[in-house]
């Protein structure tokens, strides 16, 4: 079973650890059944393909690769600064909660 996660498409995170350490950037993709999600201009990767339909030329793409959950922060749309997430219950609904400062992210 997938394990849900803090982090969702089109959150701005904050990149905390590895060969991108201090870059910023949007979400493109979240993929909770591996913890990844896929940042834009985070881990650039080079992909060789082969020609096709789609791509009549082929060759080298450079392309966005996935990197693990625990390695970026969610930066708070109020505060600005990247936090932990917290969670709680409103009227049924899970609402995710800024940590420093206690704001919900989701509105």
């Not at 990767?45 to 390695?71: D, L």
Request: proline content about 4%; charged content about 35%; glycine content about 10%.
């Amino acid at each position: 079973m997938a394990k849900s996660l803090t982090i969702r498409k089109g959150d701005k995170v904050h990149v905390i650890a590895g060969k991108d350490k201090g870059k910023e950037g949007k979400v493109l993709r979240s993929m909770p059944e591996k913890e990844r999600v896929v940042v834009e201009n985070v881990h650039m990767i080079k992909k060789h393909t082969r020609p096709s339909q789609k791509n009549q030329q082929g060759g080298i793409i450079e392309m966005e690769g996935a990197i693990h959950v625990s390695n970026v922060m969610l930066v708070c749309p109020n505060c600005g600064q990247p936090t932990r997430v917290g969670r709680r219950r409103d009227d049924g609904v899970r609402v995710r909660t800024c940590k420093k400062c206690g704001k919900d992210i989701d509105k």
